[in-house]
């Protein structure tokens, strides 16, 4: 279980005081971008992201700032049958968050635009109204995501997931490119589920 729920983040001296987050797990600046593949999809190419040779995962804010990110809706695609196994899911985030995940993107799209020129033209940021993080999860299935309780104890999926406090950790694995439109492929793998009714910390962790 340790392997499952450790943190990705990096130790730093210098962390941020006041914020749930060390933002230097979403330093891109070293990430490499592979050669295009077939997506499954007509028309998609799919860019592998990797960091020294391994996928990108991180857990955006800390295990005892549970509360400070929530889904907002519940996951489910959209005309969907709701058997889907893997469905959108949205996460509120702060500002802080929203500029930390844009930061990332535009590292990895200064990577990509070489290949794909016209890469700014028809991105779609992961962040939606600078208050929301938009990922995917596999609810379900083989492959579905790990969770576990505020003692990081295994615990089954949740049935309902809006309003829920997520400590997740995702994954960040290729660029998908189609002709008008791109973005990151971005799963959430494990994570920590509060209650709905878990409230924000006020307190500043380490």
Known sequence: MGDVIRSWRLNSKNRTQMSHTDF????????????????RVGGMTIYPIRSNGAVVRFQPIRAESLGAMRVIF???????????????????????????????????????????????????????????????????????????????????????????????ILECKAIFVQRAAAGLVLDIVAAIIGDSEQAAPTDTFD
């Open 24 to 39: 230097e797990i979403m330093d891109a600046s070293s990430w490499t971008i592979g050669q295009g593949l077939s997506g």
């Open 74 to 168: 519940e996951p489910s695609c959209f005309n969907g049958t709701g058997e889907e196994e893997r469905v959108p899911i949205s996460l509120s985030i702060d500002a802080e968050m929203a500029t930390a995940v844009q930061t990332m993107e535009a590292q990895i799209r200064e990577k990509l635009r070489p290949t794909v020129p016209n890469l700014d033209a028809i991105w779609y940021s992961a962040v939606k109204n600078g208050n929301s993080l938009k990922a995917k999860v596999r609810v379900k299935g083989e492959g579905a995501v790990r969770c576990y309780n505020s003692k990081k104890e295994p615990v089954p999926t949740p049935e309902r997931w809006r309003g829920l406090a997520l400590c997740p």
